[in-house]
């Protein structure tokens, strides 16, 4: 009999947000696979989870996948968790799924914690229709996608680090409208949670002048 690969979410903060079925998974599955198992050790210690951990990340999941499928057909059961919050959301995890569908043995995917859902309940505009836009591209590409952007009428979301932050609330204001409504979350579920909302104006000057630390959550308006 196959084994079944796991997607766990973790929290993206506050710990307590751990689900009973996530904690039970981890303990019960032959292996771990951790996008830094660095990260992954405090919360598996804090949890009493004593497993076998292995490295799955972006510069290495194209070699890991092939073993990891080897590890599913020879029965073993494998949980796949992120530095924090849903695999495969702005994290690895699509192609080991990908390629374990291919393989046709099960995967199984836990409901959890992920920085885009609070966010946008937070942020008081539209949320029957909305796009994940996650990160935007840094260089090539990025102009391309603001353009096709600056129609779209659904609520958008985007994460962004808090090096670039002021530089893309002032792009979003050039190709959307600096009186265009928007919010912004950093530190979701930790003690500094914040959200600003407002026109991009608003929340541009401040973060001007208030601490840019953490991941940030940009939800805006559609048009």
Same mark, same amino acid.
């Given at each position: ?10 929290p993206? $903060?506050?710990?307590e ?5 996530a &904690?039970?998974?981890?303990k019960?599955v ?17 949890f ?12 290495n ?13 020879? $029965?073993?059961q494998?949980? /796949? &968790? ?9 994290d ?8 374990t569908?291919?393989?046709? /043995?099960?995967?199984?995917?836990l ?12 942020? $008081? ?6 796009t ?40 979003? $204001?050039?190709?959307?409208?600096m009186?265009?409504?928007a ?33 940030f959550? &940009? ?5």
């Open positions: 009999m196959s084994g079944k690969l796991y997607l766990v979410p973790t993206i $903060g506050n710990l947000d751990m689900s009973f079925r &904690i039970r998974i981890l019960e032959d292996l771990i696979l951790a996008e830094d198992t660095r990260t992954s050790a405090p919360l598996l210690k804090h009493g989870i004593d497993k076998k951990v292995f490295s799955h990340h972006q510069h999941e194209h070699k890991s996948v092939t073993e990891v499928i080897r590890f599913l057909k020879d $029965g073993k494998v949980a /796949l &968790i992120s530095d924090a919050g849903t695999p495969a959301i702005s690895p995890g699509f192609l080991l799924v990908r390629e569908i291919k393989n046709e /043995l099960p995967v199984e995917c409901p959890g914690a992920t920085a885009f859902v609070p966010a946008l309940v937070n942020s $008081g505009l539209a949320a029957d229709r909305f994940f836009e996650g990160f935007l591209p840094v260089k090539k590409g990025r102009q391309t996608r603001m353009k096709e952007l600056a129609d779209e009428e659904r609520t958008m979301i985007f994460y962004e680090s808090p090096h670039r932050l002021l530089k893309t609330l002032e792009e979003f $204001g050039q190709y959307f409208g009186e265009r409504q919010s912004v979350s950093r530190e979701l579920t930790k003690m500094f949670e914040e959200t600003v909302r407002g026109t991009l104006t608003d929340i541009k000057l401040h973060f001007e002048t208030h601490t840019l630390k953490g991941e959550v &940009i939800v805006v308006a559609g048009k």
